[in-house]
């Protein structure tokens, strides 16, 4: 067991905390991580909020790189030294979705089964069974994804989460291919990495459609060939435009909303593909469409939960796409902070410069 410094969230809306916590060496099938980066995601602010659930203390954090230290004895997948980006859908292998070929799918996916303490020996309950924000963490040896050690850790940790999902959402859920059109509704860090990865996959257009002007700025940076404030200009007719009249053979809703995704909807051509990547509240339901409307277009309404990744598949590869320049991880990372400002990046979180703060231990 080691006693190390972590970002603990106590209570429903309480800010968090630098504390220390007690890690227990990994045993069988765990591994114990030396974490360098972990960005700040909106998931750690929802969890901090009890919008997720009520276990609280939080152990936070859950976008992130480091360097295995130690494993337990029957883990061959990872070795001490290895370094790592971590995930939070360590696939099983033999449920129903592993076995049909279709792992993204995954609903028995691993974590540590040991837990995490608090000095007193409350048990934490990790952010995405990861808890990141700490100077080493326990997670199960199937989260850890070797990726190239010469990489950089704030940039590459990101894949652990947002942008690895916003990636996803374009080549693994919508398919997107060399001279699609697409289109992303909402440009936060979810949605220009829906742009980035439309680019890599050589759609055209990429149209990107925010209310924030920032944000419009950003996404041509990161490859849309056309932006869409919508704010002020109808994005259903203007994606139609830019579309020789027929709408983008993808829409990739990025904020989780019932407007958006009717834009969305609207905005596809008669056999396009919608993407659902941004999460929506509990409360919120179908916008209302009629039937009709459904049925007169082919095509395919999805959604896509942690971009349908495979990280031992999607990590290595885009952190490769990284290394030679073509994926550029480095814009996500708006700010390196330290272990103590997690609150601070939280309340910047909101304030449209900011796409990921990334906390270096
Ligand atoms: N039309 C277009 N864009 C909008 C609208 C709207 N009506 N409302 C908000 N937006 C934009 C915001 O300006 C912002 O750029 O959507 C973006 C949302 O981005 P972020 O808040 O940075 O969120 P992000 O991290 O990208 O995640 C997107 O996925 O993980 C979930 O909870 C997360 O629902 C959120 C979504
Ligand atoms: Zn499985
Ligand atoms: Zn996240």
Redesign the pocket.
Known sequence: MQQVKAVVARGKGQPVEVTTINVPDPGPGEALVKVQACGV???DL?YREGGINDDFPFLLGHEAAGVVEAVGDDVTSVAPGDFVVLNWRAVCGDCRACDRGEPWYCFATHNATQKMTLEDGTELSPALGIGAFAEKTLVAAGQCTKVDPSARAAAVGLLGC?VM?GIGAAINTGQVTRGKSVAV???????VAAVAGSALAGASPIIA????PK?LAKATEMGATHTVD?STTDPVAAIQELTGGHGADVVIE????P??WKQAFYARDLAGTVVL???PTPDMTLPDIPLIDVFGRGGSLKSSWYGDCLPSRDFPMLVDLYQQGRLDLDAFVTEEIGIDDVEAAFARM?D?DV?RSVVIL
């Open positions: 995601c909106h998931t929802h947002g999902a509704i909402g440009c936060g860090g979810v949605g459609v925010d209310i924030d944000k919508s990025a904020v989780g909303r407007e958006t990547v941004g999460v909101h449209g796409l």
